[in-house]
Every structure is written in structure tokens, then in C-alpha cells.
């Protein structure tokens, strides 16, 4: 049985850092192209960043460019998520997902997903 499991959302002030992680049992993360998504109340889920099989290649929209880093730990089948200079507008419920073949922005392209962990960011 597959499980992603998400940890470290918290509430933290605005300009303050937070990093998430994405742990995985029944299955090999390094061998699947992983994402970090948000979804805030009333709005669409939104993937944050990205990261290819290998490692080699990531992805990040726009709005957290320069801020966020999503990196991986192979050794202990963990993703993470750096998150920097966090904003109000960051406040979300952040979930990870995992697909072997697919990296794009869509939700629908991947098979595995976390229960989410709650970010909150106040001014």
C-alpha cells in the first residue's frame, strides 16, 4: 500500500521559513516525479514546485520563484519543501504528489497524494 505523508505545516508569521516533507512508504519516491500542490479555501489547487525522477530538473510557479525549493532525499525516500519569505497569500493546505510518468501542473496527472498539511501564514 502506497502513503505520502506530509508534515511540518504550522502557523508562522509572515516573512518567516517553513519546510515541508513528503515521506513515502510502499513505494521508491527517487523512481517517481514528485510535486508540491496548494489548495486555499475557494480557489483551485495550484501546483508550487516540482521535481523530475532523477533529480536533475524542478519547476516552480511564478508566485513562489526565488522562494521555495523542493529538493529530495533518496536515503530516506523523503521530498522536501523550502519554504522562504512565506507570505499571507501562502496560506493553503499544502499537499505531495507523485506520478512515475507525468510532471505537468495538473492535478489529474498524478496517481499518489498526501492528506495535506496546513499552512498558515499571518501578517
Known amino acids: 500500500q502506497v502513503q505520502l505523508v506530509e508534515s511540518g505545516g504550522r502557523l508562522v508569521q509572515a516573512g518567516g521559513s517553513l519546510r515541508l516533507s513528503c515521506a513515502a512508504s510502499?513505494?521508491?519516491?527517487?523512481?517517481?516525479?514528485t510535486a508540491w500542490f496548494r489548495q486555499a479555501p475557494g480557489k483551485e489547487r495550484e501546483r508550487v514546485a516540482a521535481?523530475?525522477?532523477?533529480?536533475?530538473?524542478?519547476y516552480y510557479a511564478e508566485s513562489v520563484k526565488g522562494r521555495f525549493a523542493i529538493s529530495r532525499d533518496n536515503a530516506k525516500n523523503t521530498v522536501y519543501l523550502q519554504m522562504n519569505s512565506l507570505k499571507p497569500e501562502d496560506t493553503a493546505v499544502y499537499y505531495c504528489?507523485?506520478?512515475?510518468?507525468?510532471?505537468?501542473?495538473?492535478?489529474?496527472?498524478?496517481?499518489?497524494w498526501g492528506q495535506g498539511t496546513q499552512v498558515t501564514v499571518s501578517s
Open positions: 504528489a507523485a506520478s512515475t510518468y507525468y510532471i505537468g501542473s495538473r492535478s489529474e496527472g498524478y496517481t499518489y
Open positions: 510502499g513505494r521508491t519516491l527517487s523512481e517517481d516525479n
Open positions: 521535481i523530475s525522477r532523477g533529480g536533475g530538473s524542478t
